[in-house]
């Protein structure tokens, strides 16, 4: 698997930093809140089992799954809902985990989703941030790391359902999806 990776951009250590300083950011603002924190399957399933084990406040775990790009490397900009969350949201605050916002569409679907039920405040967290590719104007409250327009797997983000347990984050080798 690591021969068909170009670079590690994000080591595994500074992946556990960064993760510890966003538990601390959100520990301090959802105390007494009880948050529902929404996994989005399957990608973001690292981030948010050890996102989760750093906050130290009360929380309910859910997970939804979407519809995704296949085995391509570019969005459809098409959603569809696989799974939904089986908590009722209203009047409750929600944190939504993602592993990548690269245009936004996906993010921008289920926050828009999620409003009409009403929740009492929705937030978003997500593992990387490709800030040159958004399309929509949706707020992303909690990034990880800025990254590039450069594909990326690991720590729960594939190419082809490959490589999602690579403990780091790394650009795959063009030749591999070109
Ligand atoms: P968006 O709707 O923001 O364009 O796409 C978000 C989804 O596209 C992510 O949840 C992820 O599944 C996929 N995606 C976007 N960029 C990458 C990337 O660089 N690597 C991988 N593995 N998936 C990506």
Redesign the pocket.
């Given at each position: 698997m690591r021969k068909d990776i170009e670079k590690i951009i994000i080591s595994e250590n500074e992946i556990k930093m960064r993760v510890d300083e966003l538990a601390k950011k959100i520990d301090a603002e959802y105390s007494e809140k009880n948050p529902v924190v929404v996994c989005?399957l399957r990608?973001a399933i690292f981030f948010a089992t050890d996102l989760t084990k750093e906050l130290s406040i009360p929380l309910e775990i859910d997970f939804m799954s979407l519809s995704?790009?296949g085995d391509s490397t570019k969005?459809s900009g098409v959603v569809k809902i696989k799974k939904d969350i089986d908590t009722d949201i209203t009047k409750r605050h929600v944190i939504i985990v993602?592993?990548?916002?690269?245009?936004?569409?996906?993010?921008k679907y289920i926050n828009d989703y999620f409003e009409k039920h009403n929740p009492a405040s929705i937030k978003i967290c997500t593992l990387l941030d490709?800030p040159n590719a958004h399309k929509t104007d949706l707020k992303i409250d909690y990034v990880g790391f800025d990254v590039g327009n450069e594909?990326?797997?690991g720590y729960g983000?594939?190419?082809a359902q490959k490589y999602r347990n690579l403990p780091f984050i790394g650009i795959l080798k063009k030749e591999i999806y070109s």
């Open positions: 989005i990608g995704s790009y969005s993602e592993d990548i916002v690269d245009t936004g569409l996906t993010l490709k594909f990326v797997v983000l594939d190419f």
